[in-house]
């Protein structure tokens, strides 16, 4: 797992996460991201069907602070903050959540 630019406590940036993308998570993230996002504002809709549930809201840091929690209580999983030059993370493709202003 990599995460570039990893945002800070003062990051007050919101990730909006559509229920269909949440949704491919491992259970256990899943119920804590519910946790810390809200999801009362954003209406159902194509991206978020009822049947997935609503999309979760929630700051960049949170995000990032879940995953890392998430990751440590693993086995055989890293998180990796270093940003690679373009070429090495070309040689290495990944399944990838981007985040970006």
């Known amino acids: 797992i990599r995460v570039y630019d990893p945002p800070t406590k003062k990051d007050f940036r919101v990730v ?49 602070e879940e995953l890392q929690s998430f990751v440590d209580e693993l086995d055989g999983i890293e998180l990796i903050l270093d940003v690679p030059s373009f070429p090495e993370l070309m040689q290495d493709p990944c399944h990838a959540l981007v985040l970006a202003d």
């Open 16 to 64: 909006n996460l559509q229920s269909s993308t949440w949704s491919k998570f491992p259970e256990a993230f899943q119920e804590r991201l519910k946790e810390v996002g809200m999801t009362k504002q954003w209406p159902f809709q194509r991206e978020s069907p009822r049947s997935l549930g609503p999309p979760l809201s929630l700051f960049a840091h949170e995000l990032q």
